[in-house]
């Protein structure tokens, strides 16, 4: 374990995301696709020079002509380089990219983005660079209306060069685009609570089937425990859209639950440490690990936390689950409840963050 096991959520989650669907002209969507496609194999072109320890701002000169865009070759780098830190953080040591994407890096001195912008809540344009010194394709954009006050609040600070967003573009069953939103703008619009009812340490152990919350004192008495169930997500030809709607729902229960138990901190597994996939010699165990999106529900109870005023940690977990079944026999509870204890005992013996 490192010297330093914990870190402050703030410092990993520093954007939030919003998802809109965006339509456009046959022609222009043609055109898109076709950038998509182009930026793909950029990001491939662009992963042995990262890893050969090439920097985004010098493999942008390199990929340039390819994508015949400076900036796009910037993001493909940028992306590229996520992917390499990815792949070390979880030993992975092969990327495989095969779906069309687009990504463009947000920059100030350009209204927030040099390449897709947002022109209002309901417009946005994407720089086809591909015809003369490029043109601009335009697409409708339907945000969420609970987003509208504060995508247009991005807008006014980009215009004024106050601010930066990034923006991806993918293709599911439409095209999506997903904008990320400084985080400090996101909490200005969705916080909930403006501080917490106490100083009690909350701490969540998140499986594919549950969640089970721990809440004690900082003199490691437990005052609240409980375990939230959705065991239906892992049955076969459950959608995934459903299950995760469930799964981030009893996110957003248990940490509705620890802020009323006056939670000012909530300790969660650093999951981002943790490999993708753990296969087994189960069929069943297997289906439940390729298919639970931990990095997506840990990133939304961040988000989540800092919206009801708790400050969310991440601790290593190594060990946490034979730690948990110890404390499990000790005070009598489920080894799940027992893993998210131990975690909460682990920020209380380090307390230092980094």
Request: with cysteine; glycine share 6%; net charge positive.
């Amino acid at each position: 374990m490192s010297k330093n096991p914990i870190r402050s959520g703030r410092k990993v989650i520093t954007h939030a995301t919003i998802n809109a669907l965006i339509k456009g002209s046959p022609e222009d969507t043609a055109k898109l696709m076709r950038l998509m496609y182009k930026f793909r194999d950029c990001v491939r072109k662009a992963l042995p020079l990262v890893k050969d320890g090439i920097k985004p701002a010098k493999g942008k000169t390199l990929l340039r002509d390819f994508i015949n865009n400076t900036w796009y070759a910037y993001s493909a780098c940028c992306v590229a380089k996520l992917i390499l830190e990815g792949l070390e953080a979880t030993d992975g040591n092969y990327a495989n990219v095969r779906k069309p994407f687009l990504v463009s890096s947000g920059d100030k001195s350009h209204l927030g983005n040099r390449n897709v912008k947002l022109l209002n809540v309901n417009e946005l344009e994407v720089l086809y660079p591909f015809e003369g010194r490029g043109k601009f394709l335009h697409f409708s954009i339907r945000f969420p209306e609970k987003f509208v006050p504060l995508v247009k609040e991005l807008i006014d600070k980009a215009k004024r060069g106050e601010i930066s967003y990034g923006v991806a573009i993918s293709l599911k069953r439409d095209l999506v685009a997903h904008i990320n939103i400084p985080l400090d703008l996101w909490l200005k619009h969705r916080r909930k609570k403006s501080k917490p009812l106490g100083n009690n340490v909350a701490s969540m152990d998140i499986n594919s089937d549950r969640i089970n919350l721990v809440v004690i004192t900082w003199d490691r008495e437990l005052i609240y425990r409980r375990t939230f169930w959705y065991p239906e997500v892992n049955s076969p030809g459950y959608s995934k859209g459903v299950a995760n709607y469930a799964r981030f729902r009893a996110v957003n229960e248990a940490i509705k639950s620890a802020y009323y138990h006056g939670a000012s901190v909530m300790v969660l597994e650093d999951l981002f440490r943790i490999k993708n996939r753990k296969f087994t010699s189960s069929a069943k165990a297997n289906r439940k690990i390729s298919r639970f999106p931990k990095r997506e529900l840990l990133t939304h109870a961040i988000l989540e936390s800092l919206e009801w005023s708790i400050e969310p940690y991440l601790i290593n977990p190594a060990y946490s689950s034979s730690k948990g079944k110890e404390l499990a026999k000790k005070y009598g509870l489920d080894i799940h409840s027992g893993a998210a204890l131990a975690i909460s005992f682990r920020f209380l013996k380090y307390g230092k963050v980094c």
